[in-house]
């Protein structure tokens, strides 16, 4: 039995210390990049959700290159525009969207209602351009979006559609 979890910690201890050496390869690279730019910022990160049917999602966000080998990803995709970090949270009447746009002034965000369960957010400033296309839990009334931006974090609040039921 002890060979059992000697084992099980060896391997685990390879996976950990092949991730950390990508990691750190990967950061190396940006540094160096950094340094032959200075203006040239990079963002990137990733966001794990566990949905109702308790199936991990991993969404990235940013623009830095990865690999796919190492760091699978089961949504997004990588452009020259940059997808920012968004967390959507279902509030009784109302849904609430918050996103983070670091370095982008409030006058250069556009929000626009697709339809009544899309918005698009997007801006594009100083060479950053952030796009994103968020998926609403549930239809809303798209003329009620309400903004409140600060320090790089925009939060919307947007009234959901009442869906009168049919009472028989």
């Known amino acids: 039995m002890d060979e059992d979890w000697d084992e099980f910690y060896r ?4 996976f950990v210390d092949k991730i950390f050496y990508q990691i750190m390869k990967q950061f190396e690279e940006i540094l160096e990049e950094l340094d032959d730019n200075p203006d040239n910022m990079k963002v990137y990160g990733f966001n794990i959700e566990v949905g109702p049917d308790g199936i991990p999602k991993i969404y990235r966000f940013g623009d830095v290159k990865h690999s796919e080998e190492m760091y699978p990803v089961t949504h997004g995709d990588e452009s020259e525009e940059m997808e ?28 626009t209602p697709i339809d009544n369960k899309h918005i698009l957010i997007e801006t594009f400033k100083l060479g950053r351009r952030f796009r994103k296309v968020v998926e609403l839990p549930t239809e809303v009334v798209a003329n009620s979006i309400k903004t409140l931006y600060r320090n790089g974090v925009l939060e919307i609040v947007v009234k959901k559609k009442l869906l009168l039921k049919n009472t028989k």
């Open 11 to 14: 391997r685990t201890k390879e």
């Open 84 to 111: 920012p970090l968004i967390d959507v949270y279902d509030e009784g009447d109302t849904v609430k969207i918050i996103v983070e746009l670091p370095g982008i002034s409030e006058e250069d965000i556009d929000i």
